[in-house]
Nanobody
Framework: QVQLVESGGGLVQPGGSLILSCEAS????????MSWYRQAPGKERELVAR????????DYADSVKGRFTASRDNARNTVSLSMNSLKPEDTAVYYC??????????????WGQGTQVTVSS
């Protein structure tokens, strides 16, 4: 079955950095658009970054532009999120998300279980 497994979350001080990783299995990774979402307590889940499957530019939420970088490795079925200059308002559960972009899997969606990121002194 399809699995998206996130790792790399934790506690970091303001101004610090973290790298999140998501390893996908059970799907044709090259044919899926991969994204990172986050959800803070009491708030709705929001898009952080969207990485297209066949090139093109990555889209970022305005709140993370210039601080976060998302990338994918199609050979390893992984997508990562490098987070720098972290702020307390970045505290949230971060989720990996895949949506199919081929004629076979178009619109099929999968979520990871989430990984907690806490930014606090």
């Amino acid at each position: 079955q399809v699995q998206l497994v996130e790792s790399g979350g934790g506690l970091v001080q303001p101004g610090g950095s973290l790298i999140l990783s998501c390893e996908a299995s059970g799907l044709a990774f090259n044919y899926y658009v991969m994204s990172w979402y986050r959800q803070a307590p009491g708030k709705e889940r929001e898009l952080v970054a969207r990485v297209p499957n066949w090139g093109g530019s990555t889209d970022y939420a305005d709140s993370v532009k210039g601080r976060f970088t998302a990338s994918r490795d199609n050979a390893r079925n992984t997508v990562s999120l490098s987070m720098n200059s972290l702020k307390p308002e970045d505290t949230a559960v971060y989720y990996c998300y895949a949506v199919g972009d081929s004629s076979l899997d178009f619109g099929r969606e999968y979520w990871g279980q989430g990984t907690q990121v806490t930014v606090s002194s």
